[in-house]
């Protein structure tokens, strides 16, 4: 799984997703992420507040290194929120 070469801990993950099954929570990521693009994406200081921001919503306690691999790995990905391809890989890669 690519998110594990920078680092990124399964366990971590799973939380997330399992939190991310919660309505309430999914709705306040997608307001969120409604308004991201891809330039914003690939901003450190921007992804860097939305990381904060994200972790918070989930109620998730990161330290600042894996904030660090986190921010890694969204850049690395150059990910376009308008691309469906794009969102299809990185859906796959948490599945």
Do not use: C
Not at 65 to 94: C, M, R, S, V, Y
Request: aromatic fraction near 8%.
């Amino acid at each position: 799984m690519s998110y594990q070469k920078y680092g990124i801990r399964p366990d971590l993950v799973e939380r997330v997703k399992y939190k991310m099954k919660n309505p309430v929570v999914k709705d306040r990521m997608k307001q969120m992420l409604s308004t991201v693009t891809k330039y914003d994406l690939q901003d450190r200081m921007k992804v860097r507040k939305l990381v904060k921001s994200a972790s918070a919503a989930l109620s998730e306690k990161l330290t600042e290194t894996q904030e660090e691999q986190i921010i890694a790995f969204i850049i690395g990905q150059k990910i376009d929120p308008n691309n469906t391809f794009h969102l299809l890989k990185l859906w796959a890669t948490f599945r």
